[in-house]
Nanobody
Framework: QVQLVESGGGLVQAGGSLRLSCAAA?????????MGWYRQVPGKQRELVAS???????NYADSVKGRFTISRDNAKNTVYLQMNMLSPEDTAVYYC?????????WGRGTQVTVSS
């Protein structure tokens, strides 16, 4: 009942920046609460990058603190991830995540590749 569409991934050199966007199209009777970004590399578990509550409280993985910023526009049901000072270790598929009611929804993912 909630469709998430990510955009903004791509190839960037180390030290560069990218901005990811995730737009939520909701048919749920519940408001979208927490939204977030996760990432996954082959052979590893998906990990939380950053999350944000509907009220704007944020949480970050230690590895991205000070470099990434998550924000959201509740009116547009959109969440953003500004990624600065990217390193090759940030290379992964980035997935958008949203919670509405008792359900969790995922986007299809967008590839971020950071070259050294």
């Amino acid at each position: 009942q909630v469709q998430l569409v990510e955009s903004g991934g791509g190839l960037v050199q180390a030290g560069g920046s990218l901005r990811l966007s995730c737009a939520a199209a909701s048919r749920s009777m519940f408001a979208i609460n927490d939204m977030g970004w996760y990432r996954q590399v082959p052979g590893k578990q998906r990990e939380l990058v950053a999350s944000i509550t509907r009220g704007g409280s944020t949480n970050y993985a230690d590895s991205v603190k000070g470099r990434f910023t998550i924000s959201r526009d509740n009116a547009k049901n959109t969440v953003y991830l500004q990624m600065n000072m990217l390193s090759p270790e940030d290379t992964a598929v980035y997935y958008c995540n949203a919670n509405a009611g008792w359900s969790t929804y995922w986007g299809r993912g967008t590839q971020v590749t950071v070259s050294s």
